[in-house]
């Protein structure tokens, strides 16, 4: 099995300018370290705590930076949607496309996106367990696309917090896919801050490290040169000056878990 | 403080005759005991289990029937809207809308259903903490649509199974807005048959009792002739045939609830 | 079937002439309104969250104040046990005994508290599921007592919280013995403040509504005179002066219920 | 930080012979690489779902062969004990103490345990957030004993079941005392075989991996010759002969971990 593929990048699209030099920057730093690395960020936030919020560029600037940042800085690139009709727009400029958890269930968007034939990260709902995934599954199957990622991104505990339960990777597995683990999501404080989603940053590396150590085939995760000053998921995205000395642990654990 | 209203029909839309008869039947029996009825029945079924469970007829042709139904019958009508461009169409024909609790959190369809200035219900998230309902309410605010209906449809509780805390209602009535109880729903057992969805119909009366007693402004209920050949929902739909029973000991918690 | 017992009193024995007084006042009150009446106080608070906090008068004391309850104001009295050997002891001073949740799993107390031949009350442990006090139900028929009432008292949902489940009143129910909902344990914050358990008196009143609505034997509860000063259990005890009102309306919900 | 100690044995001691055995089997394996290692059986199973479940040989028996285990073969011994009376008494014998999940609220036992002096390991409740442990470890502090570990081993998810939140070595570490992971009753289906309490074994590797990858102290684990004709907790246990090639990962893991 090969070394797990890194999903990254800031939360939203702020700027092309921003966009490109994350890019390059986490490219860079995969290269050295061997890592296959993917582009992620979302050109709209659409669901929100609160229509105050911020919401991103928007689709179609949003599309052409991604596109830019695949060309300039030789990257896949990887973004959300939420309407079945974004899937096939979408598809004309990135190299795979994104479920949000709470859409997971949503069938018209599933089957759009399959559709589109690109490889499509499906997070697992935080309502959903682990063997229910294959519904998602099935989805795809029927369409006759293949290239299904499962992501874990933490389950509903409670209110206002998240688990992330390790034996769900062990469980997706089962149906034959990648799968994926949203380290920086799954950290998230649903509804912890009033008007938007609080966080825990110091989880972030530790949990990455237990779901690498179970065994996971790429891990998401927001990341950004200014977190606290993010426009979204401040608090539970990593640095990016911390992301180098976290990839060189977690790539001593992969290794160890993926060697025979 | 005013009965309760009942919400209810069968949950999918299955034909124009089915629809005004199971209409007329419930409307007549609310007439008899003085509670307000809305139609409730969906057009489509759009976050099901899996691509080969029955969608239901269609958007154009479901609108009309439920047009009809509120001409022929003179009842309200509500249905559940799926894509934000939906809302605008769907209000031309209803006289309220329900948005589906795994999409309570998508901002561009409630903002589009708020635009209406039609009644909207919507459903708590069953990842929603009860207070984490205001970034609901802001939105619905922020559109200056005041016609909003918070609705518990169960929290999720584990794997494969949901709770209903009695608690959400008085969280939720701090907002202001009528609160609902989703009877039927709440019983679900998600995941729990494979490709469809489980229940358990003998706890929807006892939970619809248990929400009275705490306070609720209306009851939802799905119901059908034949809940066992329904093509959705069936093992937690109620029997038409034991509504009116169940309504009439409904009434006697309610009364000696509201009275001051 | 018939109307609820009530077994209330003050979470922790504080002294002779308190339990009498409050004894007194709560019987008078129940023979008014024709309900059932045990008196329950601990002589010992054995699972406290610190050891700062007040344990009671002790064993012997109180069990001697216990038993001039009984005969002084002419009610039949119950008291918590938390090691097999006071079962035997216990059983000398009072008329019924109780299991704490967090114990209802040591078998040597249940044997015990089952030996004494007294009516037993066990609370299913948060952490149990309503089916799971089969083993409970199993033990107590081994020892030949079939004086078992079963409570709920909430189940852990998260962390620092309890949510109460009302299909546990159904599923408890199937093994056909008397089910109690403890209506003010059931709101307890579990560690919510610092060194002592927290609670939510507020919500008593409702839930204590939608157990009976659900339908059950009897109701649990704490009550005090002054629970913003009582030395246990203060944010989730009831007010002794508010009691009467609440329990005028549990009646009526409960006499509805009941009514064939 | 030095490499994890192994708490590992048989779940309930069978016989001499076989405790013996078994504990000189793991500390040859130990030795070998390098893991400091400590016997754990237990003379007594208190909390059986069933009176008919197995209970072990009673606690005089128990500690003599605890005692022979720690001469003969010359490693240290724990065993849990369920009544405050039983600490004085079995610190005769072990070397370490260990308070069930269930009990670790009951004062009177913690106090009970941390007057011996020994080191005890309190397992954290099923229903407790790791933030609770704060009372256990104020209640050892008082008691002047600082010879605390805390341990890890599931928590309540929903009905007949536990999900270990890998957060909690990181919550419970802040109160400056070992942890420990307790891998096998982690994977426990609580309830989930009628009678006993069913398991799934295929876990246990994976999630010790991931509490390692977080950072942990000590790793408890129960082991057996023959799990599937165990008296107790068969279905979760570790066959021994599995035992060499799991610790051999697990140092790997763990090394990385804790080098700086």
């Not at 640095?239 to 060189?248: R, S, Y």
Request: proline residues 5%; contains cysteine; hydrophobic residues 40%.
């Amino acid at each position: 099995r090969d070394r797990f593929t890194l999903i990254a990048g800031p939360c939203a699209i702020e700027s092309e300018e921003m966009s490109l030099r994350v890019a390059k920057k986490i490219k860079e730093m995969c290269e050295r370290l061997g890592i296959n690395y993917i582009f992620k960020s979302s050109y709209d936030k659409a669901n929100r705590s609160s229509v105050f919020s911020a919401r991103g560029v928007g689709m179609e600037k949003g599309l052409k930076i991604l596109k830019k940042v695949r060309e300039e800085v030789g990257v896949p690139v990887i973004t959300d949607i939420h309407e079945p009709w974004q899937a096939e727009e979408a598809a004309k400029f990135v190299d795979m496309l994104q479920i949000p958890a709470f859409l997971c269930r949503q069938t018209d968007l599933i089957v759009a996106a399959a559709k589109t034939g690109l490889p499509v990260n499906v997070k697992k709902g935080q309502f959903l367990a682990p063997w229910d995934a294959k519904n998602i599954v099935t989805k795809f199957k029927e369409m006759g696309n293949d290239n299904l990622l499962l992501c874990e991104r933490g389950t509903t505990f409670g209110y206002n917090n998240f688990v992330v339960d390790m034996r769900s990777f062990l469980e997706m597995r089962e149906f034959g896919y990648p799968i994926v683990f949203d380290a920086t999501h799954s950290v998230q404080i649903p509804g912890g801050q009033g008007t938007s989603t609080g966080g825990n940053r110091e989880y972030v590396f530790p949990l990455m490290r237990a779901a690498l150590a179970v065994g996971v085939d790429a891990i998401f995760a927001e990341v950004h040169e200014d977190p606290d000053n993010a426009p979204c998921d401040g608090p539970n995205m990593l640095k990016l000056e911390d992301l180098e000395e976290i990839l060189l642990k977690a790539i001593e654990i992969d290794d160890i878990v993926k060697k025979s």
